[in-house]
């Protein structure tokens, strides 16, 4: 999303606030079909659907390739919306049907993160090198190359989780709080209105160019990935509680170091600390959720408020940004990230108690 919103902004002759509703529009579209299809999710024909999804998504990116005025290319980006939420949905779901959910986290993350930091060279290659606007093309190949792999993913939950789901038809099942789920959104609001505006900042307050800060955020993206290694060994040894409080720490520090600085070499640095702490705390999160409902829904569900906190981010960060300055927004971001972590630390905690339950085959409670 950083490359496409100064794309946006450049393409159209967009204000920072109106990039961001563009950006948005694709987020929110993302968030609202992700929770939509939280309970489809956790049934079979996840593949099926994933693929689905991706065909939606590649005519969205087309379109949005050859718009030339901005309802055009709101239209085609929340076409793009609708089909990454179906994907993500099943995608996220699966996790929690696996043996190891962390260690599916872990490898999940990794490969996206590896996907992202090409993403992050190709897009904007593309859009300097051929035409501005043909950075959606190279995401609607990345769609198509998604097809052959969504194949892998599990098809349904568990034989062993029959019976919770069979309680989540008839009612009795617990559903996620909406204190988690709104602490989740407001968190990846933060995390992700900040990203979405990396590049921009750092070519305003660094004097970066913009080929150099695109190779900086895949650098760091790419040397984040110390934190999906690095946060499952902390949790063992530390539990997971006291890691992830840890993680979100650093992280809020460094996300508001990121965003008021004028000095490029402390902004490489804190941009590559910010993706390392983001990665362990989402890896975190993700397992804890799966520890919680097998059946993949409580993940679900918390991807699509994580996409719900996306959509909104960039167009709140981008008020902020044009209205308070950067250094009133660098103390929002980090005081918004301690207090939304507290309700997704509440439920990491419930998730260490239950573990000795899940040991025993019994379906644990969501909380």
Same mark, same amino acid.
């Given at each position: 999303m950083?490359v496409f919103v100064?794309?946006?902004?450049? /393409?159209? /002759?967009?204000?920072?606030?109106?990039?961001?509703l563009?950006?948005a529009s694709?987020l &929110?579209a993302?968030? %609202?079909?992700?929770?939509? @299809?939280?309970e !489809?999710?956790t !049934?079979?024909?996840?593949?099926?659907?994933? !693929?689905l999804?991706?065909?939606?998504?590649?005519?969205?990116?087309?379109g949005?390739t050859?718009?030339?005025?901005?309802?055009?290319?709101? =239209?085609? $980006?929340?076409v793009?919306g609708?089909?990454? #939420?179906m994907v993500?949905?099943?995608?996220t779901?699966?996790l929690?049907?696996t043996d $190891?959910?962390?260690?599916?986290?872990t490898?999940t993350? %990794?490969?996206?993160?590896?996907?992202?930091?090409?993403l992050?060279?190709?897009?904007?290659?593309a $859009?300097?090198n051929?035409?501005?606007?043909?950075?959606?093309?190279v995401?609607?190949?990345?769609c198509?190359?998604?097809w052959p792999l969504v194949g892998?993913?599990p098809d349904? *939950?568990?034989p062993?989780?029959?019976e =919770?789901?069979?309680?989540?038809?008839?009612?009795?099942?617990? /559903?996620?709080?909406a204190?988690? &789920?709104?602490g989740?959104?407001l968190?990846?609001?933060?995390?992700?209105?900040?990203w979405?505006?990396?590049?921009v900042? #750092?070519?305003e307050?660094?004097g @970066?160019?913009?080929s150099?800060l695109?190779?900086v955020l895949?650098v760091s993206? %790419?040397a984040?990935?110390?934190?999906?290694v690095v946060?499952?060994?902390?949790?063992?040894?530390? #539990? /997971?509680m006291?890691?992830?409080?840890?993680f979100v720490v650093?992280?809020a %520090?460094s996300?508001?170091?990121l965003v008021?600085?004028?000095?490029?070499?402390?902004?490489i640095? @804190?941009?590559? =600390?910010?993706?390392? +702490?983001?990665?362990?705390? &989402?890896i975190?999160?993700?397992?804890?959720?799966?520890?919680?409902?097998?059946? #993949?829904r409580?993940v679900a569900?918390?991807?699509?408020?994580?996409?719900?906190?996306?959509g909104?981010?960039?167009l709140l960060?981008g008020?902020?940004?044009?209205?308070?300055?950067?250094?009133?927004?660098g103390?929002?971001?980090?005081?918004? +990230?301690?207090v939304?972590s507290l309700p997704i630390l509440?439920?990491t905690?419930?998730?260490?108690e239950?573990?000795p339950?899940?040991e !025993?085959?019994?379906?644990? *409670?969501?909380?």
């Amino acid at each position: 999303m950083p490359v496409f919103v100064e794309d946006i902004a450049s /393409r159209f /002759r967009m204000s920072d606030s109106e990039s961001g509703l563009v950006a948005a529009s694709q987020l &929110l579209a993302t968030a %609202v079909v992700t929770l939509a @299809m939280a309970e !489809r999710a956790t !049934r079979p024909g996840r593949v099926k659907s994933a !693929r689905l999804g991706l065909l939606v998504a590649v005519v969205g990116f087309v379109g949005a390739t050859f718009v030339s005025d901005p309802v055009s290319l709101i =239209v085609a $980006n929340l076409v793009i919306g609708v089909g990454l #939420g179906m994907v993500y949905a099943m995608a996220t779901a699966a996790l929690a049907s696996t043996d $190891n959910p962390d260690r599916a986290s872990t490898l999940t993350v %990794v490969g996206t993160v590896c996907a992202t930091a090409l993403l992050l060279v190709a897009v904007p290659a593309a $859009n300097q090198n051929l035409t501005e606007g043909f950075g959606c093309l190279v995401m609607g190949v990345a769609c198509l190359i998604g097809w052959p792999l969504v194949g892998r993913l599990p098809d349904a *939950s568990p034989p062993q989780v029959t019976e =919770v789901v069979q309680e989540k038809k008839t009612g009795t099942a617990p /559903r996620p709080s909406a204190v988690l &789920l709104t602490g989740m959104a407001l968190l990846w609001a933060v995390t992700l209105g900040a990203w979405s505006y990396a590049s921009v900042l #750092g070519h305003e307050h660094t004097g @970066m160019s913009s080929s150099d800060l695109s190779i900086v955020l895949a650098v760091s993206s %790419v040397a984040a990935l110390v934190g999906a290694v690095v946060g499952p060994y902390v949790a063992q040894r530390l #539990g /997971r509680m006291r890691s992830l409080a840890g993680f979100v720490v650093v992280q809020a %520090v460094s996300m508001a170091l990121l965003v008021t600085t004028h000095s490029s070499p402390l902004f490489i640095v @804190m941009s590559v =600390v910010w993706q390392a +702490t983001q990665l362990a705390v &989402l890896i975190q999160t993700l397992g804890a959720a799966a520890v919680l409902d097998s059946t #993949g829904r409580l993940v679900a569900s918390l991807s699509g408020a994580s996409a719900l906190g996306v959509g909104f981010g960039p167009l709140l960060v981008g008020t902020f940004l044009d209205t308070l300055g950067i250094t009133v927004l660098g103390v929002l971001l980090g005081m918004g +990230t301690f207090v939304a972590s507290l309700p997704i630390l509440k439920m990491t905690v419930s998730a260490s108690e239950s573990i000795p339950a899940a040991e !025993r085959d019994e379906a644990p *409670s969501v909380q």
